[in-house]
């Protein structure tokens, strides 16, 4: 069996939410890349002024005290900087989960490098995908951010975020290529020339 795919451009192969995209320029890996660092310049330049506002809240309007409980035997300490640490992923997860669900697929990098996240199974981002997204980021970073690599070895350029949250990302704004070429089958030789 051949499979009908012109290089560069989404190959359906799971729904008819899947088939609907079929042609849709996919974004290319610098493109996804620069959004991704516009969209950590953005996380980590909100991030600690939120933080400093936290510690004002807590330590000094409401007058908290890291030694919350004293006695011979017991001591209950609250922890700021625990409460950063947890405070970091939500971070993550607010504005790349609660942005992409929102906007339906956008990011402020993606909106400014014209590219989109698209839901394969629904016509709008679901607030689920987007947060499985979101916390796909932190899957997509381990082993040395190979799940972002992967971009380059797998059908559609699916990082592990794209594929757990069932999303592509696609160039926002061009038109679908509906002629698609044949593409052998995977191991056949390919032919060079017409």
Partial sequence: M???????????????RADSLAGVPLAPFGRRLAAYLIDMILVFG???????????????????????????HVQVRFEFHMVTEVAWVLWLVLYFGLSVWKTNGL??????????????THERITFWQ??????????????AGFGFLQYFLYPNHRCVHDRIAETI?????????????????????KHLGH
């Avoid at 051949?2 to 008819?16: D, L, M, Q, V």
């Fill in 2 to 16: 051949r499979i009908e795919r012109k290089a560069g451009t989404f190959n359906p192969h799971e729904s008819a």
């Fill in 46 to 72: 909100t991030y600690g002024p939120a933080m400093a506002g936290l510690r004002y809240l807590l330590f000094d309007l409401l007058g908290m005290r890291e030694d919350l409980y004293r006695s011979a």
């Fill in 107 to 120: 990011t402020l990098g993606k909106r400014a490098l014209r590219i989109r996240v698209v839901s394969l």
């Fill in 130 to 143: 987007s947060i499985e997204r979101g916390l796909g980021y932190g899957a997509s970073a381990l082993e």
């Fill in 169 to 189: 990302v696609i160039q926002d704004g061009l038109p679908q290529v509906r002629g698609r070429t044949e593409m052998p089958a995977p191991g056949a030789p």
